[in-house]
């Protein structure tokens, strides 16, 4: 991307970002932000813990006032997906407004899950991930809603949904705006490698539509095309040619890939029917997948058999999946080309250290700060990023390492590459390279206690073997995790898993104490990960009560979890008058 594209790229954001920093806190006019802001949740524990959440951001006057926020959880039972999330919230929605429905401009969140790739994003949501930009300091939902603050008024009655762990930045002509005010649906569209587009969707465009090398065109979409191989995006017409102006592939040739959809009212009433037909959902229904291939002229039935993206492939998935073809069958599918934009995706813990920390484009296009609402940060953390944070000045942070919502002491060191997160390290403590350490608030015998978790920035906590017997083939922290059951005095046998028995992985293993106290929890579960990657021992003393992750979420103290952060703001912006 050219200097001049990009220096237009970090000027749009900018001027986003201060849009919405005009609305914060403050009434909104009509017309002037969105009606209803509505976020998904994984189930009712996390509903609560959005609304919570939600509801002292707009007592803190954070975000705008005046409009509607909502959180939908998913209904009991099996997963349903985020295009079954979108279905129940319409319908209820539906039944909240009722006519006054079809009038409403409405931005939908999708952010359930549990985050098992970011677990510092686990308890509290990805939605409310900190960023280190903003004053009152931002999160995920800030940034969303800053990134589509010019949508409601340029926008027809409708939904548009989008993802909390995404991030599109944009540019277009002043004297232009991006308008969702045609029937059916209309997705905006991001220029990208064709790697990219083999996980992602792809739009195949009607090349009539195409003009010049403009920021941004409008166009109409033959077919939409799921995870693609590079061969079938070549076969279908997806690809497109080297194009002088904004971007630059290569090999020259690149794909227009998916991020955010709007629908207009009609089109929504046809999936609140859709649901209603259906009845209790079976399956997972994709939003992108199983709604977008059914549109355009060109879009055929034969997707709706295949079924290797799929988690878990349910009976009925085949036969949902034929009913939402012949009911949205000659929908327009109308694309927004964003010629000059990018897509980011905040969803695991290396993209997180990465973007925060190394991604030069990334953080000069927002205006990210090394350290963001955080006190005695010295000169021994260069290179990485602080947020909502209180340091002893004599700490020591390695480059490439985020730390947030947390207390480090006095000579506190933490290795390069690492996440600290809602943890407090006592003095002298040093954290090795390379670890994600995160502390939470449980409920436990009745009482309020503490779990520090920690794992290697790359383990693959979704990773699972049959039974016990097979530990040897998960990794923790580069080691088989037998291996680091004998450094912590257990037997295979002994270590429980939480959940299905039939699915043991690092996310259900009951590896992590529970402590009396903050502190004594972080240092004990160090401990752990120091004689880890020591080789030494360091056996835990009998009966000590172990969770995993899994038992940390639903076991989750979250009100304790949220004085903490209260208690942690007190004293950050006690020390900010101070100085």
């Given amino acids: 991307m050219s200097r001049g594209c990009s220096g237009n790229l970090q000027d749009a954001t900018r001027e986003k970002l201060r849009k919405l920093n005009s609305l914060r806190g403050r009434e909104v006019l009509p017309g002037e ?28 006057k954070e975000l705008p006032l005046g409009a509607q926020y909502k959180v ?6 099996c997963k349903i997906g985020n295009g079954g999330s979108t279905l129940y919230a319409l319908q209820q929605l539906n039944d909240i407004c009722g006519k006054a429905l079809s009038e409403l401009r409405i931005i939908l969140i999708h952010a359930g899950g549990f985050s098992q790739r970011l677990p510092s994003a686990s308890a509290l949501g990805k939605i409310f991930m900190p960023l280190p930009l903003g004053e009152p300091i931002y999160q995920m939902l800030e940034l969303k809603l800053a990134m589509y603050v010019d949508f409601p008024s340029k926008m027809k009655p409708g939904l548009l949904v989008t993802c909390a762990d995404d991030i599109e930045l944009y540019s277009i002509p002043e004297e232009e705006s991006v308008r969702f005010d045609k029937p059916g649906f209309t997705a905006l569209a991001h220029p990208s490698p064709l790697s990219v587009g083999t996980t992602h969707g792809v739009f195949v465009l009607d090349l009539r539509d195409r003009c010049s090398s403009l920021e941004m065109e409008n166009a109409s979409c033959l077919c939409f095309l799921h995870k693609p191989s590079i061969d079938r995006m070549r076969h279908s017409g997806a690809v497109c040619g080297k194009r002088s102006g904004f971007f630059s592939m290569p090999g020259g040739e690149f794909v227009y890939t998916d991020s955010t959809y709007y629908m207009d009212f009609d089109t929504a ?10 009845g209790p959902l079976s399956c997972e229904i994709d939003a992108y997948g ?33 009913k939402i073809f012949h009911l949205l069958q000659g929908t327009p599918l109308n694309v927004v080309l964003l010629n000059n934009s990018k897509f980011y995706h905040i969803g695991t813990t290396s993209e997180y250290l990465f973007h925060l920390t190394e991604d030069g484009a990334f953080r000069s296009e927002l205006g990210l700060l090394p350290s963001a609402f955080s006190v005695n940060v010295s000169g021994n953390v260069s290179g990485c990023c602080i947020m909502y944070s209180v340091l002893d000045p004599s700490c020591c942070v390695g480059a490439g390492s985020v730390v947030e919502h947390s207390r480090l002491e006095a000579g506190v060191s933490v290795g390069g590459g690492s996440i600290i997160s809602s943890c407090w390290v006592s003095s002298g403590l040093s954290v090795p390279a390379g670890a994600f350490m995160h502390t939470l608030c449980v409920n436990h015998q009745e009482q309020v206690r503490f779990v520090t978790v920690f794992f290697g920035i790359k ?11 097979h530990l040897g083939e998960l990794q923790f922290f580069g080691f088989n995790l037998a291996k680091c059951l004998s450094r912590w005095g257990m037997e295979n046998e002994s270590l429980r898993f939480s959940g299905d028995a039939s699915s043991c992985s690092l996310w259900s293993a009951c590896l992590f104490p529970v402590c009396s106290e903050q502190q004594s929890s972080f240092s004990t579960s160090l401990g752990m990960l120091r004689a880890v990657l020591s080789g030494s ?26 004085k903490l952060k209260r208690r942690l703001r007190h004293d950050i912006q006690q020390a900010e008058l101070s100085i």
């Fill in 33 to 60: 932000f969105w009606d209803v802001v509505a976020v998904t949740a994984a189930d009712g524990s996390q509903r609560e813990a959005y609304e919570l959440q939600i509801r002292e951001k707009v007592e803190r």
């Fill in 72 to 77: 939908f959880s998913d209904p009991p039972g």
């Fill in 269 to 278: 009433k046809l999936l609140l029917n859709l649901l209603n037909e259906l």
């Fill in 290 to 322: 199983d709604f977008l291939q059914a549109l355009g002229p060109k879009a055929t039935i034969e997707y709706t058999k295949n079924t290797s993206n799929v988690t878990k492939e349910e009976a009925s998935l085949v036969e949902i999946r034929q």
């Fill in 459 to 469: 383990d693959n906590l979704k990773k699972s073997v049959a039974s016990p017997a």
């Fill in 537 to 562: 021992t360091s056996p835990l003393p009998r009966d000590t009560p172990l969770m995993s992750m899994q038992d940390c979420l639903r076991r989750k103290n979250l009100e304790e979890m949220l």
